[in-house]
């Protein structure tokens, strides 16, 4: 194996972050939302900025 750390996903079908989720998307709809990837990473709580080993 190479040495690069599996990713492991976080669960993203607890209600609260199913609710996150919708909140994003209301926001994209509505044209409100800067930053998909942002705002979606945030509401997941997924750090989507690469680690340097």
């Known amino acids: 194996m190479s040495g690069k750390k599996s990713q492991q996903w976080p669960d993203m079908t607890s ?25 979606l990473d945030a509401a997941y709580g997924i750090n989507s900025k690469p680690e340097n080993d």
């Open 15 to 39: 209600p609260e972050k199913f609710k996150r989720g919708q909140a994003v998307y209301a926001r994209i709809v509505a044209g409100e939302c800067e930053d998909v990837t942002a705002e």
